[in-house]
């Protein structure tokens, strides 16, 4: 009888441990602190703080086995990525960081962490628990991304056919002769489009590519820092910052109050060749329509003059969607199976109305598009109502991600605390 070699019998430890461990993340019921983390929540859902990182949390990832993983917008203690581990409160500790470089991006797919700064894209090889292999040794994907003045993050998601995409925001407002300037035309065939304002194409598993090596994946789109692949009809689908200052730049055809409420926040669902219309036109939330925008000849009442991709789902002006979540976990009720989450990282420019965000939102789908209204999830981010009206958040959810039990994690990206929110009640 041939014996087993001591070499498989430790794989088959180090496999058994690794189911072992997963399964401890996924049967764990956690407890959520008595204010629930000061969230408001639909009755049944509960929340805690996972952990205080002290730094600006952008996009967070969490391995099947529970490793979380958070990016930075800023080097802290020479760290742009930090490593924390799951307590069995469900609390966490932050164990490590790596990465001498800050961004937004942060994103796990079979067996790879990828990240991002605002100039290029990584990956790290995990290991069976979840682990970064060498953190040293950061392979690079992309280099060499555009970087303006403004919109620089580069947020990150993958397909499943070894595509990466990446978000290349627009380096003005709405491609003026003059940025941001009162009466400045638009520049004709905005030249920024040629290299931002769209979402760029890569090989996931490809190293030392080029920015000219990456594919024009859909254009148009000023700023996208909420994205995330569609799993329920495999699509790539991207949370629009809406333009600014349609008052302060064009005060003879806008007013202060149309200003604060257009346009909208706008979902679209693309494909390849997708042309959303930045800078040319703007979604208007009450007339349902897409509008030419003021630089390009607008008025405030005439149609878009083209063919563009029209919203998949439109959201009130300036609330600055920064995460978006397809949810496929089994925690939350069957409501909220495949349907997305939304973190609105809050406004800056909605006066004379009170500034709006600071909260999570949800939007139902179904079969694999935007169906029926969308809601208020977790609020109170900011601290109170008044905090949210003056625009003094005390947190600005950021990122999220699905636990392998099926909770949510949100960062913030104000002063780094980690949220978790989980379903307690009986479905």
């Known amino acids: 009888m041939r014996s087993t070699s001591p070499r498989l019998l430790l794989g088959v430890a180090a496999l058994a441990g690794s189911a072992a461990l997963y399964a401890s993340q996924t049967n764990v019921r956690v407890a959520p602190d008595p204010d629930n983390a000061g969230l408001k929540l639909p009755a049944g859902f509960g929340a805690l703080k996972v952990a205080e990182t002290g730094g600006k949390a952008r996009h967070i990832a969490v391995t099947p086995q529970g490793t979380i993983y ?87 998601v993958l397909d499943n056919a ?79 910052h809406g333009r600014d200052q349609l008052h302060d730049n064009w005060p003879a055809l806008y007013t202060d109050q149309q200003s604060a409420t257009l346009p909208a926040e706008c979902m679209y669902a693309l494909s ?27 008025d405030g009442k005439t149609p878009a003059k083209g063919d563009y991709l029209k919203p998949a789902a439109a959201y009130p002006a300036h609330m600055a969607p920064n995460g978006l979540l397809f949810y496929t976990g089994t925690m939350f009720p069957a409501k909220y199976r495949n349907g997305a989450f939304i973190a609105f990282h809050g406004s800056w420019n909605r ?46 959810p950021c990122g999220l991600a699905q636990g392998p039990d099926g909770s949510l994690y949100v960062s913030d990206d104000s002063k780094g605390t980690i949220y978790r929110i989980v379903y307690n009640a009986k479905k």
Not at 79 to 105: E, N, R
Not at 275 to 295: L, S, T
Request: proline letters at 5%.
């Open 70 to 156: 958070v990016k930075l917008n800023r080097v802290k203690d020479g760290k742009g990525i930090l490593v924390l581990h799951s307590q069995p409160t469900g609390k966490a500790t932050v164990t490590g960081g790596f990465g001498d470089y800050g961004g937004t991006g942060m994103y796990v797919k079979n067996g790879y962490l990828y990240a991002s700064s605002d100039h290029d894209v990584y990956r790290y090889k995990l290991d069976d628990r979840g682990e970064v292999v060498d953190p040293a040794k950061a392979e690079l994907l992309v280099r060499g991304l555009k970087v303006g003045s403004q919109h620089e993050s580069k947020s990150i």
């Open 162 to 240: 070894n595509n990466l995409y990446v978000n290349v925001g627009a380096y003005a407002n709405a491609c003026q002769e003059q940025d941001r300037t009162r009466g400045s035309k638009g520049v004709p065939n905005c030249p920024i489009l040629d290299s931002a304002g769209g979402i760029w194409q890569f090989k996931a598993s490809q190293l030392n590519q080029r920015y000219a090596n990456g594919t024009r994946y859909a254009t148009g789109l000023r700023n996208v820092v909420g994205l995330d692949w569609n799993p329920q009809d495999n699509q790539l689908f991207v949370m629009q």
């Open 272 to 298: 390849q060749g997708s042309n959303a219309g930045w800078p040319y036109i703007y979604y208007d939330p009450q007339r349902k329509e897409v509008m030419q925008g003021p630089e390009y000849g607008g």
């Open 351 to 396: 006066a004379p109305e009170p500034q709006a965000g600071y909260m999570v939102a949800f939007q139902p789908f179904k079969d694999g598009k935007p169906s029926g209204q969308w809601e208020v999830f977790a609020d109170n981010f900011s601290g109170s109502a008044a905090k949210t009206a003056s625009g003094r958040a005390d947190h600005r």
